[in-house]
């Protein structure tokens, strides 16, 4: 019965003092309110990132000539890399599909439209590995790498630039640097990847037309090899590095002249910074959090200097020392209660606000509303305190005679 008197008592004395209540709550609102923004939108933003790179394979290795990474321009590297490289890496165990590319900026053009993008020479197998499906059309075909036709797959970006109204670009005459080719086909839209560019903004082109008509080069800038799965990766790179050394006439000592980027170890390592860019966040907006319970502190030690003549009375009506002690307790606890609920909302609220104007994805999940809300009532806790037990060593005849 003492703790629900208790908790009548510090709620009606919370009721009649609604504008400092509030006032007293507003640290709280804020930091919660900023917790729940900040970490949910860098949990969003790193969801989209991994999810983006995950889209790749994580089963992924990617060889690049003279150490770079992605579609090189202008290598530097004495030694590239070959079809013949190609064709040694995929007789390799462990290797679900080889898909060699070479990329280079170029020009497209559709009657008066004109548009800049990165076309890739390819083959058949980067469907598969890309796991791309095309959404009208399809995609190079091994008779097309025979043929070197002048074919073309492009993404939605080149669409949305190039073609208008109902024009269905399957089967159009798209220029490339000057030189026409049919579209066979339109990638499914993408978005942007982990690095931010536009997947979208891409055209593939057979890899034997791209060297002979666009590079000028048989070099092959990018392999793309896909492991049979994720525990296969560290077995096949040792044995790509050892074929691609010992193909290059490399010496013991000599460096590699290329590079191997493991997707799987990509992932891991941004999943790793992501978390600890949240924690991060977190921790920052969790100062505001401290800076609200200093806040509730004192305004409740305004609050117990004001109503000394009340704690008199009921501890001259039997009230204990732990009573008294308990009422305030209770009334902080209350205020960052109510504070950490409105918080959320209000977290909620911005973030799904801010992700709505700037087009980024938040992620609100459950822990992080708990860990919000049991934070919260850890500083109601901490903080009141010392207030709550300043109330309780009063003393009864002083505090009647307070005025």
């Excluded at 009649?16 to 209540?21: A, D, E, T, V």
């Excluded at 949990?43 to 990132?49: E, F, K, L, T």
């Excluded at 889209?55 to 321009?73: A, D, K």
């Excluded at 305030?328 to 992700?355: H, K, M, N, T």
């Amino acid at each position: 019965m003492d703790l629900i008197a208790c908790l009548q008592i510090a709620w009606r004395s919370l009721l009649l003092n609604k504008m400092r209540s509030f006032l007293t709550m507003l640290g709280v609102i804020i930091g919660v309110g900023a917790v729940i923004t900040m970490v949910s939108l860098s949990q969003g933003a790193s969801a989209g990132i991994t999810d983006r790179i995950a889209s790749m394979g994580s089963n992924l290795l990617i060889v690049t000539s003279g150490g770079g990474f992605g579609p090189v321009r202008g290598a530097t590297s004495t030694t590239q890399l070959t079809m013949d490289d190609v064709a040694a890496i995929s007789d390799l165990p462990l290797i679900q599909h080889v898909a060699p590319e070479s990329s280079t900026q170029a020009t497209l053009s559709v009657g008066s439209l004109t548009w800049t993008a990165p076309v890739s020479g390819t083959v058949p197998a980067l469907q598969d590995i890309k796991d791309w499906p095309t959404r009208l059309g399809g995609f190079i075909t091994d008779e097309d790498l025979a043929q070197g036709s002048l074919v073309a797959v492009i993404g939605q970006t080149v669409v949305d630039n190039l073609y208008t109204g109902a024009q269905s670009p399957v089967g159009s005459q798209l220029q490339i640097n000057g030189l026409n080719y049919t579209v066979i086909g339109v990638l499914t839209s993408r978005g942007a990847e982990g690095s931010g560019s536009d997947q979208d903004n891409s055209v593939y082109i057979p890899i034997t037309t791209a060297q002979q008509r666009l590079l000028g080069s048989a070099a092959v800038r990018t392999i793309n090899i896909q492991a049979v799965n994720t525990e296969s990766l560290d077995p096949l790179k040792n044995a790509v590095t050892t074929l691609l050394r010992q193909r290059h006439r490399l010496a013991d000592s000599a460096e590699d002249d290329f590079m191997i980027q493991d997707m799987a170890q990509v992932l891991s390592t941004i999943e790793d910074t992501t978390r600890i860019f949240t924690f991060l966040l977190g921790g920052i907006a969790a100062v505001s959090l401290l800076v609200g319970g200093i806040g509730i502190m004192n305004i409740m030690l305004v609050s117990v200097t004001e109503r000394t003549r009340e704690i008199g009375v009921r501890m001259a009506v039997g009230a204990t020392p732990r009573a008294i002690m308990t009422q305030f307790l209770i009334e902080a606890l209350l205020l960052c209660i109510w504070g950490g609920i409105i918080g959320v909302l209000l977290g909620w609220g911005g973030s799904s606000l801010l992700g709505t104007l700037a087009d980024l994805q938040i992620k609100l999940s459950p822990w992080l509303i708990a860990v919000a809300l049991g934070f919260s009532l850890m500083v109601g806790l901490f903080f009141g305190y010392y207030p709550a037990s300043k109330a309780a060593r009063s003393n009864p005849i002083e505090a009647l005679r307070f005025e």
